[in-house]
Structures are given as structure tokens and as C-alpha cells.
């Protein structure tokens, strides 16, 4: 078992910046993928980034490409996102997650836990 716990999440104006931070617990952290997803009221849950395990591979969703950087501190079981130029679209809850084997990459369903979510508001 993996226990993920974000933080970070606020209430921020247009333009504005957030950093998120998920915090890994349970297992060897370096054996797993880490993840960023958001879901909207209304929405499906959507990709946002990943870091491979080494931290060296990135992916991220055309919509956050630019503004979004995913990192990983694998001495302090850590993954974050850092995000800036934020719009009143990226409000979301964003949710942290953890794969062992990466099937696919903007695919929940290649996601093995999950924390428990962080409200981001973006105001116009």
C-alpha cells in the first residue's frame, strides 16, 4: 500500500502561481511513476503530468504544457507541481497518484493509489 497526501491547494487570481505537493508513504517511493489529475464539477477526471520514476521523463497535458512543471524529490518521498500563469479553467480538484507500471501515461486506469484530492480555484 502507497498512502499519498497533497497539499498546496488555495485560492488564487488569474496569472497567479501554486505550488502542489504530494507527500508518499508505505512503499519504496523510487518504484513508482507519480502523477498529477484534476476533476472538475461535471468533468472526468484529466490527465495532467507525470514523472517517470528516475524524475528524468515528464509528460504533460497539451492544456498545462508551458505553465505546469512537474518535479520529484525521491529522498523526501515527494512529487510536486508547480503551476503558473494559472487560468479560471484550471480549477479543479487535483489529485495525486502513483503507478508501479506505467501502461499509460495520461490513462487513470494505469494508476494503482490515489490521495485524496486539493481544491484549486482560479478567479477571474
Known amino acids: 500500500q502507497v498512502q499519498l497526501v497533497e497539499s498546496g491547494g488555495g485560492l488564487v487570481q488569474a496569472g497567479g502561481s501554486l505550488r502542489l505537493s504530494c507527500v508518499a508513504s508505505g512503499r519504496t517511493f523510487t518504484y513508482y511513476n507519480m502523477g498529477w489529475f484534476r476533476q472538475a464539477p461535471g468533468k472526468e477526471r484529466e490527465f495532467v503530468a507525470t514523472s517517470r520514476r528516475s524524475g528524468g521523463n515528464t509528460y504533460y497535458a497539451d492544456s498545462v504544457k508551458g505553465r505546469f512543471t512537474i518535479s520529484r524529490d525521491n529522498a523526501k518521498n515527494a512529487v510536486y507541481l508547480q503551476m503558473n500563469s494559472l487560468k479560471p479553467e484550471d480549477t479543479a480538484v487535483y489529485y495525486c497518484?502513483?503507478?508501479?507500471?506505467?501502461?499509460?501515461?495520461?490513462?487513470?486506469?494505469?494508476?494503482?493509489?490515489w490521495g485524496q484530492g486539493t481544491q484549486v480555484t482560479v478567479s477571474s
Open positions: 497518484s502513483a503507478s508501479r507500471v506505467l501502461a499509460g501515461v495520461s490513462d487513470p486506469r494505469s494508476y494503482d493509489y
